[in-house]
């Protein structure tokens, strides 16, 4: 009995607590409001160098929020006048070829020198998450904490060859920014040593030691884009090994149309180990620079490039706007089934599909 009373007790405070709430004025909570967009702040905060504001303003770009994108690109055009004044420099280079080691080395002496160095790193992109695999932070650790170096990695998101279609976006950003050096990595898939070719000044294909399979099975067209063959990890055993590489090299590229007019293609023995090699390549990126703008191919370069870039631009909105039909959609899908069931040629579906 005594139990029972004590738990009547203890309900009955419960319930007069309970009670008591109900009775008091009750509080509204309120969700925040949403906070507005700022892009004058973003983009002062941009031209001021910070890494902060422009990594927003990048995630910006690369939003598919229609709203995002819509603010992206006004910040852009607000920092237009900013932009065009770094070297653009693409790196590719077969898997294992030490990519991340050598822009890791390669941007620690270019900080030294007074440069801002800005790294583009194009990952392949997770099937499941959609995001990056690599993690180039994790990968140029020295670099990253490095005030004068900005490391932005971006998933490809199943762009075609491995680099995502913002990628020039990003540099103009980076240039608004103070950055003026560009160093955009690619995975190296085969079909990005063109794309990124298609958005830099100088083309850079790390290579490694031991070039005889290799140059039996390099296509020729991927030779011709490079405006420098780096053969890398040219250190302790590999050193002499690498110096013979780098003479098969020079005998290959004496038959190969040169990627730059004006301008031969070379190679050159680096260690990023050992930090060998690391000045001389720059030297001759400097080089390279003063040849193609006093020959104009540099102006012509990058004018043809806004150009490509445009047309590719075109393209993908093509491309978007039509599958954000939904009767579209769902005509793809019906004609998709008559196509599978031998009731329709291709040809046939594609004609019925624009009439």
Request: charged share 25%.
């Amino acid at each position: 009995m005594e139990r029972k009373k004590g738990s009547r007790k203890v309900m009955d405070g419960v319930k007069a607590a309970h009670d008591g709430m109900d009775a008091g004025p009750r509080k509204k909570f309120r969700k925040p409001a949403a906070k507005t967009f700022d892009g004058t702040e973003i983009a002062e905060g941009v031209r001021k160098g910070s890494r902060l504001h422009l990594g927003k303003a990048i995630t910006l770009l690369e939003s598919s929020n229609p709203v995002h994108k819509k603010h992206g690109q006004e910040l852009l055009s607000s920092l237009l006048p900013h932009t065009g004044n770094s070297i653009r420099i693409g790196i590719t280079g077969v898997p294992g070829a030490g990519k991340s080691t050598f822009i890791e080395t390669f941007g620690e002496m270019l900080t030294e020198r007074g440069h801002r160095v800005a790294v583009l790193a194009i990952d392949p992109s997770s099937s499941v998450t959609g995001g990056s695999i690599l993690g180039d932070k994790t990968r140029m650790e020295q670099l990253a904490r490095n005030p004068n170096a900005f490391i932005r990695p971006s998933p490809t998101a199943g762009t075609l060859g491995g680099v995502h279609k913002k990628t020039r976006e990003t540099m103009l950003l980076c240039e608004a920014a103070g950055y003026d050096i560009i160093l955009v990595e690619t995975v190296g898939v085969g079909q990005s040593e063109t794309l990124v070719r298609g958005m830099v000044d100088m083309f850079l294909l790390l290579v490694l030691t031991g070039a005889g399979d290799e140059l039996q099975g390099m296509k020729k067209g991927i030779l011709e884009l490079a405006d420098a063959i780096i053969v890398h990890k040219a250190d302790q055993s590999n050193a002499e090994l690498a110096k013979k590489t780098v003479s098969e090299y020079k005998q290959m590229l004496h038959f190969l149309q040169p990627a730059t007019e004006g301008w031969k293609t070379r190679a050159l023995p680096v260690s990023s180990l050992e930090n060998k090699g690391i000045t001389e390549l720059w030297e001759m990126a400097q080089e390279f620079v003063e040849t193609a703008k006093a020959g104009g191919q540099w102006t012509r370069r990058r004018q043809f490039q806004t150009k490509d870039w445009f047309h590719s631009m075109i393209m993908d909105e093509l491309h978007s706007r039509f599958f954000e039909n939904a009767q579209k959609r769902g005509q793809v899908k019906e004609l998709e089934q008559r196509i599978l069931e031998d009731n329709m040629t291709v040809s046939q579906a594609i004609a019925d599909l624009f009439e």
